[in-house]
DNA sequence: CTGAAAGCGCTTACAG
DNA sequence: CTGAAAGCGCTTACAG
């Protein structure tokens, strides 16, 4: 920016001014500003001219994700980073791999880069170190989960009530052994996933059976052998709900697998590609997480812009998508159990 | 800081030296520095940091992707964020949604916070716009795709060599009509695929047929679509190489619309969750996604510390993975063509 | 409308 | 070992 000012023959708070289009410059020297910026390929120091300006706004946000390459989060991410892009903001985004420290660690380094706000789906269970940047003034908005010992705004799923519907649709079809398989307990979604199920069954005046119920899942590998351990019982269940998609994945297989694919029903949370190519198509309950994005990142810039009030708790619903594996009756089950039978045959 | 050192009693260089532990000070003014520095939450700001010291290093590199959740580029940017968390390095990511425009806003705005180095899966025929930033001296590193009009580092997969084996494996078990679906031709991976499809099948003495080649997919309904042209057409193709992840969708969608998936073979390029769990199990010639971020991130912190010499090109190795789509054999399709009909009752 | 000066929060020679 | 001063690249009152 000297360098500017001295090609053009003014002073630097002139061009300052220029280039950020501020008050009334004479054309001519504007003129004069452009050209030198132009030919020295001038471009704005923003760390530089954050540390000064009043506003002290430095255009970026932080995102905390349990992990960016998860097809949820990874979704979510985008939609945040959409609206984001309307008022030239990016973002720093991080994998906290449900790990606590690695959360603070990340919104510690988010934090000295100087964001304007933070997302983070939180891990652990305990944001109250989060004090520090309520102090600092950072907006911080919460997706997916919900904070602990912490309050502020918050977008999640409709958890409970996806599963409520879930439940809800393979009780309409006659089921009543519904197995289910959920992700660790720990985290909050899974609690509540896990808590609906249990709701749900209640309302309709059945009691949860607890050896049809298998937590801290979290991978397919995992959830494969719950279901083989779920299938074997002498009074296996005729349908099941995975609470989450790498789980599904997991039960999807061993249900192929052992040939009980269509005998089997299933639920799966969370929406995944390929879901309408399995032999017979998943169904699902999806989340809107590119919604879940946008939500999130409309509230994040209202606080950045000064909204006070509080916390605002959105809950974005979710929608069962019906394609072959959750409208399996219960009589599928009770056929011999030798795979590879079609559909309709048995 | 200057707070701090008020409180510690000492002078601001002290304290910037104890804060960063640098060059010796006595245990008594380090113990009053820290101490003060834990009542008063003391960070240092990290941007104001940068502009002072010597290497002018910012510890945050740019990731321009085309889509930050394309389930192939998100683990791009995980593979990236793990070599970077290493090294306490943060990273900014953006989608260029396969739009040059936007992706040279991402990198200037990625540029104007003064990141460190660059990683870019490049999207139009023209990088040679980077000069500006070679000037500067950010390091920049090209993933999945090659730069063109500009010679820089790049880690991509052997995508000729993967579609090659595809081909290979298809011919072997007797195909001789093998149709090929394409992404837009303008992304440089797409055509080395394409290319390499023409290639392998020249290297076998076959000649590509030309209405089998089906090009500028890009989504899963388009995909879709041209599977339906193909299927119908009067002597259609018995195998299928759909080349990137969401055209596979769309093929494997349109073959089971169809009841043609026990007929006709299908190889996908890049792997997908639930792909063992479609029937059959689809075969695919997967990506190291994980293993391009982490090259790329190596060879981008070389650069950083001053590494110099000519570009760098790395090739990821492809493998394919059998799980059933791929086996199927050319007579399969001979069949009678009605939908429905189980493996092994054709 | 324009410029000289101060200052954002730090680090870095330079004295002592 | 410690501190006073200068300066990183900018913006912002404040004069004129």
Redesign the interface.
Known sequence: MKEVARLAGVSLSTVSTVINGQRQVSPELAGRVREAARLL?Y??????S??RRADRL?A?IGLVLP?????FF??V??GI?EVA?QR?V??????SDEDPTREQH?I???????VDGLVIAPTGDDQSYLA?ER?EGIPIVFVDRAPRQFDADSVVSDNAGGIASAVGQLLAIGHRRIGYLGDLEDIPTAAERRAGYRDALGEHGLVEDLQLVRMNLHNSTRAQHAVFDLVSMPNPPTALISAQ??IT?GT??AL?TLGL?HRIAVIGFDD????????PG?TVVAQDALAIGHSAAEILFARIDGESGPPRRVVVPTSVIRRGTGEIGPRASESERVG??????A
């Open positions: 390929h471009r704005r120091d923003l760390t530089a954050n540390l430095s970026s992990d960016v390459s998860n097809p990874s979704a991410h985008r980073e892009r030239g990016f973002s720093f985004a991080g994998s990340l510690e380094a988010f934090s000295a880069r100087s520090r102090e998609n790498l994945v999807v297989h192929r694919q995944l590609l390929l879901a309408d190519a399995t032999e998943l590879g039978d079609p559909p309709g045959v």
